[in-house]
């Protein structure tokens, strides 16, 4: 039985040559050789590594000088009076300061370094670097008004703005009464100027001016020189635009004539013991001619206008008034070739008793016209 099984297989394990070496890992020796020794930079080197900390120095210091503007750019950006100029709300009489605003034609030397306040017109406005001259005008009077960059008191927001102001927009303006480097020439008031320190528009001019006031002001012999370069307004582009022609000096002028004669006349006349009356000017009937009336549709019926007071004044003397006097409207139906026509026109009346000799009226007539004459030229 023994015999028979089958052979057993034996695992053998092959033993290593003997000449065969071990691997060994040798560990690192450090190099103990001396390091090298520095090189001493050359002058050229030298040379260069001062011009290079020359430059880093200037870089430096104009970064620094730019970081410096930039801060004083944004400090100046920061507007500081901006409460003192820009246009006003609509005036709805919520407040009432009882502040006092001065008229141009009073100023006086007196008034230099004096504050005041006062409300005008912008005729023109000439803006320059940093300031912008005004020329500000009240009815027939007119100042130069200085707007000037200050610490503290006016911007430089505010100089550019004041530049913008639209021609003939009303203003309310704050400042110091000060003497002109030299006489203004254009302005009425010549010797004394306003350095503004608040003005606030308080209306404006929507659209374009039709014409400019400097040209609907010129006389008219302006216009015939030979090198005259100027635009002439015509008379109906005046009449298109009454309102503002008549703020020239020229109307200006007429109507505070007109208004001068008629109080002169007035105060003679009251003075010598006149009554000033009021007679109607719809009458039921022409007072004087039929033919030059003005027939007028009144309710159902009609009525005239009054050619004259006449009738009314004989009436007030047959009343015992003695003597009277009217200033009124005076309409005449008259046709005309000429622009000078009776059409309407403002009558001067009087009518008096006569004590003895109609010579009283032509001496109370030469009386009343030497006191007007008198009466305008002062």
Not at 44 to 69: F, I, P, S, T, V
Not at 121 to 148: C, E, G, N, W, Y
Not at 316 to 339: L, Q
Request: charged share 25%.
């Amino acid at each position: 039985m023994a015999d028979n099984a089958p052979p057993k297989h034996e695992e053998t394990v092959s033993a290593a040559p003997a000449n065969a070496t071990t691997p060994t890992i040798e560990p690192a020796v450090e190099s103990t050789s001396a390091q090298p020794e520095e090189k001493v930079p050359s002058k050229n080197e030298l040379k260069r590594l001062a011009k290079q900390a020359e430059k880093d120095k200037k870089a430096a210091e104009k970064a620094a000088k730019q970081a410096e503007l930039k801060a004083a750019q944004a400090a100046a950006d920061v507007d500081f009076a901006s409460q003192n100029y820009g246009a006003l709300p609509l005036n709805q009489s919520q407040e009432r300061t009882g502040r006092e605003r001065i008229q141009i034609a009073n100023l006086t030397d007196a008034d230099i370094g004096k504050t005041i306040l006062f409300r005008a017109r912008v005729q023109t406005s000439r803006p320059q670097s940093k300031m912008v001259f005004l020329h500000l005008r009240q009815r027939l009077d007119s100042i130069q008004a200085l707007v000037l960059q200050q610490a503290e008191l006016v911007s430089k927001q505010m100089v550019k703005w004041a530049g913008t102001i639209v021609d003939e927009s009303i203003v309310l303006v704050e400042g110091v009464c000060q003497t002109p480097v030299e006489p203004i020439k254009s302005t009425t008031v010549s010797n004394i100027e306003i350095l503004v320190r608040k003005i606030h528009v308080i209306a404006t001019v929507d659209g374009r001016l039709p014409f400019s006031f400097d040209d609907a002001s010129r006389p008219e012999e302006a216009y015939e020189k030979e090198d005259a370069q100027f635009n002439k307004v015509l008379l109906d582009t005046r009449l298109n635009n009454r309102v503002f022609d008549l703020r020239t000096p020229t109307n200006q002028a007429i109507f505070t004539i007109q208004a001068a004669v008629t109080r002169l006349f007035r105060e003679y006349l009251e003075s010598q013991g006149f009554t000033d009356i009021h007679s109607p000017k719809l009458q039921g009937a022409a007072t004087e001619s039929g033919a030059s009336v003005f027939k007028v549709s009144y309710f159902k019926g009609e009525a005239f206008l009054a050619q004259s007071p006449q009738l009314a004044k004989q009436m007030a003397i047959a009343a015992d008034f003695e003597r009277v006097y009217e200033i009124g409207p005076v309409f005449r139906a008259e046709n005309s070739f000429t622009h000078r026509h009776m059409t309407e026109f403002t009558g001067l009346d009087l009518e008096m008793v006569i004590e003895e000799h109609y010579h009283e009226v032509v001496d109370v007539l030469d009386s009343m016209l030497l006191n007007i004459f008198k009466g305008l030229q002062t």
